[in-house]
């Protein structure tokens, strides 16, 4: 900006003369004050002078007062007090504030108010130094492929910082370029006012040009590119895809294959091409079967990743039924093609699809198939023929049967013609029958390659014949022994029925009687009948022992000709209450069992828990005994403290502190045999001729050795000769060849000889002992 040119002017405070000779104050409109913005200075730059017309007469001191001078934004202006000369003291901005509004004041010397204040407007002169600037520097639109020209795309929007009343402001747009220039370099244009790009041609293809990059500029000062400022941005364009292009089929026919009597297998896979933009409904194929399958065996499914269609079976196709079919398929597409596209002739296809026989497996036309018999039918009976039917009319082939499944092995049927014949007896009350029907399956099996088989039911409902007698229930009941009063008669009878394996009408009513012999039942019980199920067992004498009574009765069912069966019902007679029931003495007397004879029981429990008892406290009291017997030296030379386990040489815990050397036996004697006659150590072993122990058995009890070792000690404290080495040593005997002599303690004396006959008299227990040292030999 070249430096603006001021011409400073003079204002002054507003005046009007009094009708009285003084003056009096008239009010003016002072103008503003414009400032350009950006102003190069020099600073500071006098825009006013103010000034008061009693500076004549008095001296006056000017302020100014305000934002800009005295408030934030502080010392943008400032006043020569004396002159009144008013400055700007940097350069202003006007996108940062566009107008100042000031107070001028006029005091004497001693601050008294010359004048009223009167207002400054400063207004900051816009200069055009603020580029237009978009609001994103990419902008992103759509528009359909196919449109006409003039269809709106998307608006870009600038904003200039500068004044829009101005030239500075005002804002034009223009396309710059356009990439690519297909198929004609000028599809958009651009409102220079608004922003709003709309096309201009028609062509839109999204399958050749599927996005434009439009660079748009924006310049102000109305557009005028010698003075105005300019900015870009970019406008990206997608072609959005509609639906014209048809899925057309790469090819007129198609051919397949499937086996029969298979399904969910693909036979065949039907490829299109589609130039809209993949995986959209656009493109997404949708295929339909048309004619050839009027049964439904086929579907034809999209392969969601290549489009592709595949023929698949669904419902089982028979060779000897159908050989080959003739499909006609038609593609579309989800989304209907667009308005002015017509559909593809090579839309649809043809699908020739050849079945393959295969060996079918046999299979029986009845299945189940049931038969009815009389249970009872002897074996070898011929029950029926099951027999198979092979599905592969065009290819003779035998069929063989077997056995799956009999339960019961009741059947066989015959391996070239499936007839079945009995092998035993069928029984309607076995526990293979259910609900009156036996049920076996068997296979039938062809000779093709590969073989298969087919499984077939055989269900026998076997109607019942009488063939079961009734069983009496229950087998045991309680009376009482004597007949009572007809209020309690409870006690007094016993209700009775049967049980039959057969089935009606070979059951209930039953007959219930009592055998004539022994003359005994008739004369003490009678039987009388309460419905056709049950009857009643009671006494006919006023009283009966107690005890158990075996009481036969004969039940007879309404079979034809009817079964009847005897039965024993053990009827316990007992003394009652007053209410009928047995007593529980009652019951034990009944039971067989009396007075006497349950005391005498209870008289053995007591005796068998007292001799119980006391072996207890017998087995406690002898451990006790051994617990806290004395041994037979102090405690403190107890020897079986120390005693060790074999193979474990040294002392025990009161022996570790000692020289455990001189209970070894040294490589070599020359420095004992060596020393002179009479100069021996008396804790030291004497150097003699060794014997040689057998092996020790394996050690006795502990008392023994408690005895043994006793005696020893006894033997050893009454001879007066015997040393200080011969105290009582832990020992321990290692077998032959240890490098170890023996420690044994029981050896008394070093010198002389010893008579040791007396252990003999000791008793076997010291028999190896004796053995050992009786012998005669040196020690």
Known sequence: HGKPQLRPSVITFPWQRRPSAGRQKRDWVIPPINVPENSRGPFPQMLVRIRSDQDRDIQIRYSITGAGADQPPNEVYSIDPVAGKMFVTRPLDREERSSYHLRAHAVDMNGNKVENPIDLYIYVIDMNDNRPEFR?????????????????????????????????????????????????????????????????????????????????????????????????????????????????????????????????????????????????????????????????????????????????????????????????????????????IQSSLQSTAGVTISVVDVNEAPFFPSNPKVVRFEEGVPAGTTLTTFAATDPDRFVHQMVRYSKLNDPASWLSINVTNGQIVTTDVLDRESVFVKNNVYEATFLAADNGSPSTTGTGTLQIYLIDVNDNAPALVPREAQICERLRSHSNANGNSINITASDADADPNVGPFIFELPTHPPSIRRNWTVSRLNGDYAQLRLRIQHLDAGVYDVPVVVSDSGNPPLSSRSVIKVKACPCDEHGDCTVAGAVAAAGLGTGAIIAILICIIILLILVLIFVGWIKRREKERQTKQLLIDPEDDVRDNILKYDEEGGGEEDQDYDLSQLQQPESLEHIISKASGVRRVDERPAVAEAQYPTRPTLPHPGDIGDFIHEGLRAADNDPTAPPYDSLLVFDYEGSGSTAGSVSSLDSSSTGDQDYDYLDDWGPRFKKLADMYGSGGDD
């Open 136 to 340: 994103n520097q990419v902008y992103n639109g759509s528009v359909n492929e196919g449109t006409r020209p003039g269809t709106y795309v998307m608006s870009l929007t600038a904003n200039d910082a500068d004044d829009d009343t101005t030239a500075n402001g005002m804002v034009r747009y223009r396309i710059l370029s356009q990439s690519p220039h297909s198929p004609i370099p000028n599809m958009f244009t651009i409102n220079s006012e608004t922003g709003d790009i709309v096309t201009m041609a028609a062509g839109l293809d999204r399958e050749k040009v599927s996005q434009y990059t439009i660079i748009v500029q924006a310049t102000d000062m109305e557009g005028n590119l010698n003075f105005g400022l300019s900015n870009t941005a970019t406008a990206l364009i997608s072609v959005t895809d509609v639906n014209d292009n048809p899925p057309e089929f790469t090819s007129k026919t198609f051919s397949g294959e499937v086996p029969e009597n298979r399904v969910n297998i693909v036979v065949a896979n039907l490829t299109v091409t589609d130039l809209d933009k993949p995986h959209t409904r656009n493109w997404n194929a949708v295929y339909r079967i048309v004619s050839g399958d009027p049964s439904g065996h086929f579907i034809v499914r999209t392969n969601p990743v290549t489009n592709d269609g595949m023929v698949t079976v669904v419902r089982p196709v028979d060779y000897e039924m159908n050989r080959a079919f003739m499909l006609k398929v038609v593609v579309s597409n989800q989304e209907d093609l667009a308005s002015d």
